[in-house]
């Protein structure tokens, strides 16, 4: 396999089986990653994006489906805080070393906590950023999971 990205070699370190899926990213598509699922052809249920956070001042990621909405309030449960909002794009990409659009929850700059929403564990899979934009990974959730420390949790609105 490829190690076209830091996402992607961090996979591989971890022994990780995954897919790579590329697709003509549109800056201008407005939501991306509903864009991406209808580029490649997948049920939007099991493309999740990538979203930086921060929970009581301190950054954290999280990956959802691609077509929901953020809980605040349970984002922040999901890491035992108080508070969560999202985190500004420059101090995310800053953070992660990916551009926003191109965010990947793996072989970030700095490893965060991670959260997974629980909807993943539904799915025979998930495609999720492989760390830029318009290239995605295919893997199991459980793959995901283990790869990132993520906890599963409910983080939709």
Same mark, same amino acid.
């Given at each position: 396999?490829s190690r076209?990205?830091?996402a992607?070699?961090?996979?591989?370190?971890?022994?990780v089986?995954?897919?790579?899926?590329?697709?003509?990213y549109?800056?201008?598509?407005?939501?991306?990653?509903?864009?991406?699922?209808a $580029?490649i052809?997948?049920?939007?249920? @099991? #493309?999740?994006?990538? +979203?930086?956070?921060?929970?009581?001042?301190? %950054?954290a990621? =999280?990956?959802?489906?691609?077509?929901?909405?953020?809980?605040?309030?349970k984002?922040?449960?999901?890491?035992?805080?108080?508070?969560a909002?999202m985190?500004?794009?420059?101090?995310a990409?800053?953070?992660t070393?990916f551009r926003?659009?191109?965010? $990947?929850?793996?072989?970030?700059r700095k @490893? #965060?906590?991670?959260? +997974?929403?629980?909807?993943?564990?539904a799915? %025979?899979y998930? =495609?999720?950023?492989?760390?830029?934009?318009?290239?995605?990974v295919?893997?199991?959730?459980?793959?995901a999971?283990?790869?990132t420390?993520?906890?599963t949790?409910?983080?939709?609105?």
């Amino acid at each position: 396999m490829s190690r076209a990205t830091p996402a992607t070699a961090a996979l591989e370190k971890a022994g990780v089986p995954f897919s790579v899926i590329e697709y003509d990213y549109d800056p201008n598509a407005g939501q991306t990653g509903n864009h991406a699922a209808a $580029s490649i052809g997948e049920d939007p249920a @099991r #493309v999740f994006k990538t +979203l930086m956070v921060m929970v009581d001042g301190r %950054p954290a990621c =999280v990956v959802v489906p691609v077509a929901a909405t953020l809980g605040m309030k349970k984002v922040a449960a999901a890491f035992g805080g108080k508070s969560a909002e999202m985190m500004p794009p420059p101090d995310a990409e800053r953070s992660t070393g990916f551009r926003v659009g191109g965010i $990947s929850p793996f072989g970030q700059r700095k @490893r #965060v906590r991670t959260a +997974l929403a629980q909807e993943a564990l539904a799915q %025979p899979y998930v =495609v999720i950023n492989g760390g830029k934009r318009g290239y995605l990974v295919r893997l199991a959730a459980a793959d995901a999971i283990s790869a990132t420390g993520a906890v599963t949790a409910d983080l939709l609105a």
